[in-house]
Each structure stands twice: as C-alpha cells, then as structure tokens.
C-alpha cells in the first residue's frame, strides 16, 4: 500500500502536537477521516440536504436517493443485503438494540447467553440487563493466558447446554488483545451444538481491517461503528439476518416506520425501514458509505496484509525492551502455552504469525500507563492507556492499566520506530 | 507535560513522604480512581488533645499508603508534605477548598486528563478530615 499517498487523503495527520509531527496510533478508539469523507458529509449538507422519504422536491429525492444509495454500499461492503442493515449511532446501540428487542421478546428463565471474558463492555452490559429483566444465564468463555477466547471451552459450554443456549455474544477482534476470532469455526461449532441458539459478533474492531462476509459466515448480528472504519462518528450498523429481522419488533416507533396510523393502532412498513424511526443521520450513511468506497478502493485483503504486518513489526520492536510485557498473542500459537518470555523469543521465527490484528498493548514494568500514554504525548505520539473498555478481563489478568498502540491505513513501520524511541523517554524520566 | 514530571514531582514518586501506615490513626480513608487501578489510604492522627471543640484540634501526623501512576503518588506525598509545613489543625484544612490544596501542590498545569490522578490524595486528605471533623 502507498502509505504516503494514502496520509496525504487525512488532513488531520499534518498536525503538529508538542512542535513534533503527530503519530497517531489510537485507531482502535477511533480512526482519522479521510478528506473524501469529510468532503462527502460536507457536500451533502451544502447541496443536498432534506429530509429524506414523504418529499415531493428536488432535495428530498436527492437526499433520499443517496440515502438508499448508502445502505447498498454498506450492505455491500459488509457482504449483506440490503434489508439487512440497521442504521443505528454506533456498536454499543447496535448490541443494545437486539438486548432490547430480540432478547427481550425471545429469552426466558432457563435460557443461556454465552459471552466471554474479554468483551468490551458494551458487549457485556446490555446482557447482565438482558439477563436480570428475562431471567437468562449468563454464562462466560474463559480466555487463554495470551488472550484469546478459549474455543474447545466454549465446544464443550455448548455441548453441555445444547438446549439451552439462546445467544453467543464475542469479540471478532478484541480491542485490547488484538486477538482475532476464528468466526467460521465458532459458527459451525455453535450451529453443530445449540440449534436454537444465535450468533452475535462484535465487529467494531474488525470493519476496518479485515473483509466482512456476512452473509457467507451465517451469523445473525453483526455490530459495527462507523468512526473505527475511517466514517464518521455517531453511525454505524446492526447487521443482521432477514429472517431474525422479520421476525423481531422494533425498538423504536414512530415516523418513518408506519404504513397506517389510528388513534390506538398502527401497521408498520416492511423491513429494513420497520427499523428506521425517526429523521436517520443521512450525512453520516453518506459518510460511511464515502469510508467503504475509501476502504474498497485499498482493497480489504491489502488493508488486513498491512495492519498484519505493522502488527508483526511493532510485537518484534517491542520485545527489544526489556521493561515491556505484551498483553494478548504474541508468539505461534497453541492452546496454553509456555510463558510469555518463551513466545517472544519464538517470535523471531521468520514464520512468527501472532494471532493478532490491529493492536498491541503492553505493560511498562514499575510505570503506570497513564504515565507511559503522557510521555509519548509529549513525543507526539498518541496512544491509549488504561482499562480500554474490558475491565472484567484487566482484573482476571491482574492488569492494573495497560498502554495500547493500534494501528491505521496510514502508519508506517516508522510511527513503530517513533513509538519505541517514545518508550526510551520513558525510560530516561523513570529511572 | 513540564508541570507533571518536574524533577520535584519525579523525586517525589521515587521516594515518597510520609509513606506507610499510621498506628493509632485517628481516621483512615481510601480513596481510589478504579479507571485506572489507583487507590490511596491516607491516615490522619490527632494531638493529644482533650477539648471537645474543633477549633483545638492540632494534626500530629499524617501518612499514606497506595499504588499508582507517577502523579497521583508523587502529587500526594508532596500534599502531605506541604500539609504539615503549614502546620495547620483540624479547622483550618477543613476550610481549604480542593482547588486551595491543588495550588498548594502547584498542580494548576497538569492536563485535564491527569485531573483524577493529580486529585485522588487530595479528595482522600479532604474525606479524613471532613470525617474527622465530624466528631466535634
């Protein structure tokens, strides 16, 4: 990929932060915009800007025609079809959504909800709800010393309550590992045991690195961000299977939904615009759709090579500091393996593919993250630092707070090379 | 970034004042930030003193324990530090306002992000003495 050409598309990476150029390296919290989105939002509003549906006028056909025009282009990006996306602000409404509606109106005391102990908290929350209003299990997929959800332990959870699983919730990408889920085999291993049971995938740090097969994986919900996919922020996307679609009651009534309204009754449109109520955020659908022709225009297989290996590069770099223990994949992998030391050093097999995309967060031996983050701040490098949303995990693993450095599009193996000198300041003010 | 890790305050992380526990503390609180993993226990010991009002009550001593990022520890060993140089009793640090006392650590430049940390020994030293204080 011509990273060069591709910085030049985001404006905001010309930013100068402490007289030093900026390093971005915070991706996983959010991506930067590229300027063919901004432009996108901003000719929408200085051109064709209405309210979209119920408009006999040139604008609101034009608003409305781009606004169908986005759902095919994220549905397309993310291998769906187009009554099966909902359009909602971001990843946490989209799992709120189906705790709210699907879960609500189909599980019962006795039923079990799966998840792990890695989720993002917005992957964890709405089923302790979930659980506490329906009276569901909830029930969690240990995770494997170097952070990955353990499989053959979610294998044998399914087997054991064939019957009574009704949803797995997971991670495809944890945002604080970087360890990557094997989404064909989770399918295939729940659609083999609990029969009745549905498949929700957290893909907010997935979108943006790796191709989305939806339709071909057969999961039912698929959660996604727009603003960790190069879009903007406040929309995003529920994808989820037709069927499911059909058969669940919205969330939210009102305008936009309705085909005949009485005082005490109303029939509601077919989907995916049952789902639609109320004025959606038309310039944000136009911007995401703008990030998915941006991203398609990369090539998703080249985007994943390129974060695959920043990823590899940054794991070999930092195992060069003897302060730094990674968190997460580091080393070939097999289940339980030796301790962390020994899958460093195995790193330097030229085979070394570490399960793991995106992100590297590590702990700085005697430094505290927050300090770590504020250092490399002050070298004009910006990454993340403490709990990053999965504070059930934190815990079991005994982090106090962890640093995270995620990658972009635009990073080169040289913002890795400017993070690792940013880490000998550290040194250098802590010792 | 100057503000935060002066050489005053890195001295301070590394080998911090009044660090430990207090035997025959008068109050012990806990303060922490769970965002982050920090927690501090400052305890607090009055001077031998009998009258029932508050307006005599002397601090004999003070002292923390904790774990944290650099400035939440050094920034609360420097309060205590500067807490006692006053020499102020009971009445008088009950009337500090947190803003008083994160002038009083010099702690006006630290970012906005690090506000938590830089006010965890603070609050801590603020619920002693307002637990303390409602005694009298």
Same mark, same amino acid.
């Given at each position: 990929?011509?990273?060069?050409?591709?910085?030049?598309?985001?404006?905001?990476?010309?930013?100068?932060?402490?007289?030093?150029?900026?390093?971005?390296?915070?991706?996983?919290?959010?991506? #930067?915009?590229?300027?063919?989105?901004?432009?996108?939002?901003?000719?929408? !509003?200085? #051109?064709?800007?209405?309210?979209?549906?119920?408009?006999?006028?040139?604008?609101?056909?034009?608003?409305?025609?781009?606004?169908? &025009?986005?759902?095919?282009?994220?549905?397309?990006?993310?291998?769906?079809?187009?009554?099966?996306? /909902?359009?909602?602000?971001?990843?946490?409404?989209?799992?709120?959504?189906?705790? #709210?509606?699907?879960?609500?109106?189909?599980?019962?005391?006795?039923?079990?909800?799966?998840?792990?102990?890695?989720?993002?908290?917005?992957?964890?929350?709405?089923?302790?709800?979930?659980?506490?209003?329906? +009276?569901?299990?909830?029930?969690?997929?240990?995770?494997?010393?170097?952070?990955?959800?353990? @499989?053959?332990?979610?294998?044998?959870?399914?087997?054991?309550?064939?019957?009574?699983?009704?949803?797995?919730?997971?991670?495809?990408?944890?945002?604080?590992? +970087? *360890?990557?889920?094997?989404?064909?085999?989770?399918?295939?291993?729940?659609?083999? !045991?609990?029969?009745?049971?549905?498949?929700?995938?957290?893909?907010?740090?997935?979108?943006?690195?790796?191709?989305?097969?939806?339709?071909?994986?057969?999961?039912?919900?698929?959660?996604?961000?727009?603003?960790?996919?190069? +879009?903007?922020?406040? =929309?995003?996307?529920?994808?989820?299977?037709?069927? $499911?679609?059909?058969?669940?009651?919205?969330?939210?009534?009102?305008?936009?939904? =309705?085909?005949?309204?009485?005082?005490?009754? *109303?029939? !509601?449109?077919? =989907?995916?615009?049952?789902?639609?109520?109320?004025?959606?955020?038309?310039?944000?659908? $136009?911007?995401?759709?703008?990030?998915?022709?941006?991203?398609?225009?990369?090539?998703?297989?080249?985007?994943?090579?390129?974060?695959?290996?920043?990823?590899?590069?940054?794991?070999?770099? @930092?195992?060069? =500091?003897?302060?730094?223990?990674?968190?997460?994949?580091?080393?070939?992998?097999?289940? !339980?393996?030796?301790?962390?030391?020994?899958?460093?050093?195995?790193?330097?097999?030229?085979?070394?593919?570490?399960?793991?995309?995106?992100?590297?967060?590590?702990?700085?031996?005697? $430094?505290? *993250?927050?300090?770590?983050? #504020?250092?490399?701040?002050? &070298?004009?490098?910006?990454?993340?630092?403490?709990?990053?949303?999965?504070?059930?995990?934190?815990?079991?693993? +005994?982090?106090?707070?962890?640093?995270?450095?995620?990658?972009?599009?635009?990073?080169?193996?040289?913002? /890795?090379?400017?993070?690792?000198?940013?880490?000998?300041?550290?040194?250098?003010?802590?010792? | 970034?100057?503000?935060?890790?002066?050489?005053?305050?890195?001295?301070?992380?590394?080998?911090?004042?009044?660090?430990?526990?207090?035997?025959?503390?008068?109050? %012990? %609180?806990?303060?922490?930030?769970?965002?982050?993993?920090?927690?501090?226990?400052?305890?607090?010991?009055?001077?031998?003193?009998?009258?029932?009002?508050?307006?005599?009550? %002397?601090?004999?001593?003070?002292?923390?324990?904790?774990?944290?990022?650099? %400035?939440?520890?050094?920034?609360?060993?420097?309060?205590?530090?500067?807490?006692?140089?006053?020499?102020?009793?009971?009445?008088?640090?009950?009337?500090?306002?947190?803003?008083?006392?994160?002038?009083?650590?010099?702690?006006?430049?630290?970012?906005?992000?690090?506000?938590?940390?830089?006010?965890?020994?603070?609050?801590?030293?603020?619920?002693?003495?307002?637990?303390?204080?409602?005694?009298?």
């Amino acid at each position: 990929m011509n990273t060069n050409k591709i910085k030049a598309d985001f404006p905001i990476l010309s930013r100068k932060i402490n007289d030093k150029s900026l390093v971005y390296l915070d991706n996983a919290a959010t991506t #930067q915009k590229p300027k063919q989105v901004i432009r996108a939002i901003s000719d929408y !509003y200085e #051109q064709h800007n209405a309210n979209v549906h119920r408009g006999i006028h040139k604008l609101s056909e034009e608003s409305t025609g781009l606004f169908e &025009e986005a759902r095919k282009t994220v549905v397309g990006f993310m291998g769906a079809k187009p009554n099966e996306l /909902v359009w909602v602000r971001n990843t946490t409404e989209a799992i709120n959504l189906v705790a #709210q509606s699907w879960a609500r109106q189909n599980l019962k005391t006795g039923d079990v909800i799966i998840a792990s102990e890695l989720e993002h908290h917005s992957n964890l929350i709405p089923w302790q709800v979930v659980a506490k209003e329906t +009276g569901a299990g909830l029930t969690f997929v240990d995770v494997t010393p170097d952070g990955q959800v353990d @499989l053959e332990h979610l294998e044998m959870m399914l087997e054991a309550m064939k019957n009574e699983v009704k949803l797995v919730a997971l991670s495809a990408l944890s945002n604080t590992t +970087g *360890a990557e889920l094997d989404v064909e085999r989770v399918v295939k291993m729940v659609r083999k !045991y609990a029969k009745n049971a549905k498949i929700l995938l957290d893909g907010a740090q997935w979108v943006g690195r790796k191709k989305t097969e939806f339709d071909r994986w057969g999961v039912d919900f698929w959660a996604f961000s727009g603003h960790k996919m190069y +879009g903007p922020m406040g =929309i995003g996307g529920l994808v989820v299977k037709r069927e $499911v679609l059909e058969e669940t009651e919205p969330w939210l009534t009102g305008g936009g939904m =309705i085909e005949e309204v009485e005082l005490t009754s *109303a029939t !509601y449109t077919p =989907i995916p615009e049952r789902w639609d109520a109320g004025t959606p955020d038309v310039a944000g659908a $136009v911007g995401l759709a703008r990030a998915c022709v941006y991203l398609d225009g990369l090539g998703m297989e080249k985007v994943e090579e390129h974060e695959r290996e920043l990823t590899r590069y940054a794991v070999g770099r @930092l195992k060069e =500091i003897p302060e730094i223990e990674m968190v997460g994949p580091v080393g070939e992998i097999t289940k !339980y393996q030796a301790p962390i030391t020994k899958q460093i050093q195995n790193s330097n097999n030229q085979n070394f593919k570490p399960n793991r995309l995106g992100s590297v967060a590590f702990l700085y031996m005697g $430094v505290h *993250a927050h300090d770590v983050a #504020q250092i490399l701040d002050n &070298e004009g490098v910006a990454v993340r630092s403490g709990h990053h949303c999965t504070m059930p995990l934190h815990t079991k693993m +005994g982090w106090a707070a962890t640093t995270r450095a995620s990658f972009g599009v635009y990073n080169t193996k040289s913002d /890795v090379d400017r993070l690792v000198e940013g880490l000998e300041k550290v040194n250098k003010v802590f010792r | 970034m100057d503000d935060i890790y002066r050489d005053e305050v890195m001295e301070h992380y590394k080998n911090p004042r009044n660090f430990g526990s207090l035997e025959g503390a008068d109050v %012990v %609180v806990e303060e922490s930030n769970a965002s982050c993993g920090d927690e501090v226990r400052v305890s607090l010991k009055l001077g031998n003193n009998q009258s029932p009002s508050i307006k005599h009550q %002397v601090i004999k001593d003070i002292k923390f324990q904790g774990q944290g990022c650099a %400035v939440s520890m050094a920034f609360t060993s420097l309060l205590i530090e500067r807490v006692k140089e006053e020499g102020w009793g009971v009445e008088e640090l009950k009337d500090k306002s947190e803003e008083d006392l994160v002038k009083l650590v010099g702690g006006d430049g630290v970012s906005p992000a690090r506000q938590k940390c830089l006010r965890m020994g603070i609050k801590a030293l603020r619920k002693a003495v307002a637990k303390i204080s409602s005694n009298f």
